[in-house]
């Protein structure tokens, strides 16, 4: 099916280069935003009017989308958002998961004032009363995913850190979808500061115990998902 896309228009006088750039980043966004969803089809002409362009940024744009897995050339059909696939995300989920643990047992190894510095920013936004929790789903989604982005950066492994932010911006349509149910806000929140205790404790089997149980909730979001809650998520970003 062929999709009306909804993007606002592109900013004058950039490069080819710049250009692919904006292209890149305003399409992922709205794949993130539900604006464009698995399945959808388009073409590189449809992309090119509605952002008043020319094809050359528009395809090195969506080139660059293909090869990091958010895209598929169709062959005299266009472009489609990859359709979901359901062993692939279980993958990545488990990936995610051998990554977090292996930071979680490097932090719990480091001195405790050096861990309490490396998280002290995460403690500040996850050690505060239910009173003061924010209740947006959409932006606990974006702490949530900053949450976990942190602890592998704090363990201080630069490449451990790129390949999670990659396998992070893979899954995050379904944390999106996860945080359209309110108990979920409250349950990262829990789940968060308990993580984090565990961590400045140095209990590390503790804490790879909670994470993992942390994420595997997430990761049943996965067989549960069905076009029609695409779509009324798509509805709700306007």
């Known amino acids: 099916m062929r999709t ?3 993007i606002s228009p592109m900013p004058g006088r950039l490069s080819p280069g710049s250009l692919a750039d904006v292209v890149y980043e305003q399409i992922k966004d709205d794949l993130f935003e539900f604006r464009l969803l698995p399945g959808d089809l388009f073409t590189e002409a449809d992309i090119a009017q509605r952002l008043g362009v020319s094809r050359t940024p528009v395809r090195l744009g969506l080139a660059r989308l293909e090869r990091e897995g958010f895209l598929l050339a169709r062959p005299r059909a266009g472009w489609q958002v990859r359709p979901f696939d359901f ?16 930071a979680v047992e ?7 004032m050096d861990l309490a510095g490396r998280l002290g920013a995460l403690q500040e936004v996850w050690f505060v009363p239910p009173g ?3 209740g947006d789903g ?18 201080g492994n630069a490449e451990m850190a790129q390949v999670h932010r990659e396998v992070t911006e893979k899954i995050r349509i379904i944390r999106r979808l996860d945080f359209t149910k309110d108990f979920r806000v409250d349950a ?11 961590i ?5 089997a503790e804490a790879a115990r909670m994470l993992r149980a942390h994420i595997e909730l997430s990761k049943s979001v996965v067989r549960k998902i069905t076009v029609h809650m695409l779509h009324e998520a798509r509805d709700r970003a306007g």
Do not use: G, S
């Open 132 to 134: 003061e929790r924010i």
């Open 4 to 6: 009306a896309l909804r």
């Open 87 to 102: 062993e692939r995300f279980e993958a990545l989920y488990d990936l995610r998961i051998v990554l977090e643990q292996a």
């Open 106 to 112: 490097r932090l719990c190894a480091r001195e405790p």
């Open 188 to 198: 990262t929140y829990d789940e968060h500061a308990a993580i984090l205790r565990a």
């Open 138 to 155: 959409r932006l606990v989604a974006q702490l949530d995913e900053a949450f976990h982005c942190a602890v592998v950066a704090a363990a």
């Open 200 to 204: 400045l404790a140095r209990r590390a």
